[in-house]
Each structure stands twice: as C-alpha cells, then as structure tokens.
C-alpha cells in the first residue's frame, strides 16, 4: 500500500528506503502553508484547513496515477503536524474514504568525541514504521 509523506517535513533517508513517497516540491509550498499556523485558530479555520488539505492530498494522488476505493491500492497520506490539527485532520481523510497513517520513529543517542576530548550528544531519529489510525 502506498504513502505519502503529507507532512511538513522531508522523508528521512530511512523512510525513503520503506517506500515512503515524499511530496513534489510543487505542491509541498502550499501544504506547509496549510499546517502552519501563525494565530490562535478558531475551531472552524482548522476544521476548515483539514478539509483543504485533504483536497490538496487527493489533487496530488491524482496527478501521481493514484485513484481511490482500494485500501491496498490508494495512496494514503502520512500525516503530522501541531496537536490541534490532528484529530480533526484523521476525521476528514476518514470521510474521504482515505487511512492516514503517522510515523514511528525510535531518538538513537550517540556520543560523539570532539577534537578536544570533549563529548557531543547527538540525538538521530530513526524511521521504525507507521501507525494505522483507525
């Protein structure tokens, strides 16, 4: 089944490597746009924004070759972004008949030795899978 990284950020290598599709640069401008807010929303803006962004998602899915009906077959969107969002985001890829799905990563702590003997934590994310929201 194929997803789409719906999200604001760009498919790490590791989600590339699952089969993750990330989204065309054409289209990613206007869905950051969308996740991003700048104001306290009301309730109906986000409402509002979720139902714009499913719109843009079926756009993009089309102009891939993808149609809708078969759950092994349709693209299904991999989605993230601020909290207040999200519910109500899940709620309008449901009524569209599409499954969104987040990541699941797992934070791999390294430490690292600086040329001065000193040590530098890095904190990698590492794609493990995804979670169905159902």
Not at 110 to 115: F, I, K
């Amino acid at each position: 089944m194929p997803i789409l990284n719906f999200t604001q950020h760009d498919c790490t290598q590791d989600q590339l490597d699952a089969g993750i599709l990330d989204c065309d640069p054409e289209y990613k401008q206007e869905l950051v746009r969308l996740l991003t807010f700048e104001e306290i929303p009301t309730s109906s803006e986000v409402w509002n924004r979720a139902v714009r962004i499913v719109t843009l998602f079926e756009l993009v899915a089309v102009s891939m070759g993808y149609s809708y009906g078969n759950e092994q077959t349709s693209l299904h969107p991999m989605i993230g972004g601020v909290p207040f969002l999200m519910s109500l985001l899940e709620d309008a890829f449901e009524d569209a008949g599409l499954t969104p799905y987040y990541a699941f990563s797992k934070r791999v702590s390294e430490d690292q030795v600086q040329p001065d003997g000193s040590i530098k934590k890095v904190s990698t994310f590492k794609h493990v899978g995804l979670y169905k929201v159902s």
